[in-house]
T-cell receptor, first 113, second 114 residues
């Protein structure tokens, strides 16, 4: 059973526009969420995180929004750049003192120049 | 510090053989994690260590899998009697107490079992 879902396997966006990547989860006990970016032949790179006690976290061009009632989070990238083209994973942690993260299946973002 | 390193980057083995992978975390990081990633999926948690103690193991980590971190520095992941279903990318990550939520990943070891 997939507890963290990224239902869009791919997304194409024009350079300079906003990219919105979505992630849904089923476990209401998740208390911390991460977004990672992955280029081919490299390991995932941490982008941004959000605690369940917040609804928004911003870092430069990246903003993550959390809607706990809908069990939904999204990553906004503004403005999108060609270098943002990568696979993006969301990950969630159970509120149990664990450091185990459950990852979604990823969304491939392509930013068109 | 050059980040998390993994060795080898690629491994091709025949079914039934044993393989061992190594991970060197970022030097000041006390937590180390192993994940497995198959095509079209996100990383799946296998196990993690705090210093030399293995604190959590996934159900995915069958009896054929064993991980060690003997001195709290590098770690090894061994797969015994490999099966074709073990073919995957094996990722290692590390984190420090101060940034426990941010895991820094290595480039992975791609295992192909023929």
């Amino acid at each position: 059973d997939q507890q963290v879902k990224q239902n869009s396997p791919s997304l194409s966006v024009q350079e300079g526009r906003i990219s919105i990547l979505n992630c849904d989860y089923t476990n209401s006990m998740f208390d911390y969420f991460l977004w990672y970016k992955k280029y081919p032949a490299e390991g995932p790179t941490f982008l941004i995180s959000i605690s369940s006690i917040k609804d928004k976290n911003e870092d430069g061009r990246f903003t993550v929004f959390l809607n706990k009632s809908a069990k939904h989070l999204s990553l906004h990238i503004v403005p999108s750049q060609p270098g943002d083209s990568a696979v993006y994973f969301c990950a969630a942690r159970e509120n149990s003192g664990t450091y185990k993260y459950i990852f979604g299946t990823g969304t491939r973002l392509k930013v068109l120049a | 510090d050059t980040g998390v390193s993994q060795d080898p980057r690629h491994k091709i083995t025949k079914r039934g053989q044993n393989v061992t992978f190594r991970c060197d975390p970022i030097s000041e990081h006390n937590r180390l994690y192993w994940y497995r990633q198959t095509l079209g999926q996100g990383p799946e948690f296998l196990t993690y260590f705090q210093n030399e103690a293995q604190l959590e193991k996934s159900r995915l980590l069958s009896d054929r899998f064993s991980a060690e971190r003997p001195k709290g520095s590098f770690s090894t992941l061994e797969i015994q009697r490999t099966e074709q279903g073990d073919s995957a990318m094996y990722l290692c990550a590390s984190s420090s107490t101060g940034t426990a939520y941010e895991q820094y990943f290595g480039p992975g070891t791609r295992l192909t079992v023929t």
